[in-house]
Antibody, heavy 112, light 107 residues
Framework: EVQLVESGGGWVQPGGSLRLSCEAS????????MAWLRQAPGKGLEWVAD????????YYLDSVKGRFTISRDNAQNSLYLQMNSLRAEDTAVYHC?????WGQGTLVTVSS | DIQMTQSPSSLSASVGDRVTITCRAS??????LAWFQQKPGKAPKSLIY???TLQSGVPSKFRGSGSGTDFTLTISSLQPEDFATYYC?????????FGQGTKVEIK
């Protein structure tokens, strides 16, 4: 069974940083593109970033470029999202996704 | 950016009804479209990719069609477990973009 489990969310003040992690199992992680997506409270779904199987290509939503960094460790079957200079509008549940499966998500709250 | 216009934003239907949701892309995306179902408090679940290919384990009452700019998700014989919010996603180009969602409620 494909499983994706996110961690690392929490409350942070504007301008702060958080690092999200996603542990994958049940599929060949190193052979899949992976993504981070988010959903603000009561809102729709929003794609945030993608990373190629070997990490050689990365793509970002314009509003997070320069602030967020997606990375992966294929030896650990893990995906990461380093989030810096966080803003109130980054408040959302962040999901990792791959092989067409989404994790349950981790809540990031940016507030003073 | 490619805009995905999904309609309707909500609908009320009865058990047994056939329901159709549409997504229109602001430019051609070939068949690079997926449909997701989301229930309250849960992660989205993939139903269809490549516009019309059913994900493994998804019942055949879900049917996707379309290509280019116009796409449709049809749910035949709506059941209680189908009441949820449905989203389309284009993955033809970056940034990936979702439709606004369609909430399917019980009449």
């Amino acid at each position: 069974e494909v499983q994706l489990v996110e961690s690392g969310g929490g409350w942070v003040q504007p301008g702060g940083s958080l690092r999200l992690s996603c542990e994958a199992s049940g599929f060949v992680f190193r052979k899949n593109w992976m993504a981070w997506l988010r959903q603000a409270p009561g809102k729709g779904l929003e794609w945030v970033a993608d990373i190629k199987e070997d990490g050689s290509e990365k793509y970002y939503l314009d509003s997070v470029k320069g602030r967020f960094t997606i990375s992966r460790d294929n030896a650990q079957n893990s995906l990461y999202l380093q989030m810096n200079s966080l803003r109130a509008e980054d408040t959302a549940v962040y999901h990792c996704a791959g092989n067409w499966v989404w994790g349950q998500g981790t809540l990031v709250t940016v507030s003073s | 950016d490619i805009q995905m216009t999904q309609s309707p934003s909500s609908l009320s239907a009865s058990v047994g009804d056939r329901v159709t949701i549409t997504c229109r892309a602001s430019q051609g995306i070939s068949n690079s479209l997926a449909w997701f179902q989301q229930k309250p408090g849960k992660a989205p679940k993939s139903l269809i990719y490549a516009a019309s290919t059913l994900q493994s384990g998804v019942p055949s009452k879900f049917r996707g069609s379309g290509s280019g700019t116009d796409f449709t998700l049809t749910i035949s014989s709506l059941q209680p477990e189908d009441f949820a919010t449905y989203y389309c996603l284009q993955y033809n180009s970056y940034p990936r973009t979702f439709g606004q969602g369609t909430k399917v409620e019980i009449k």
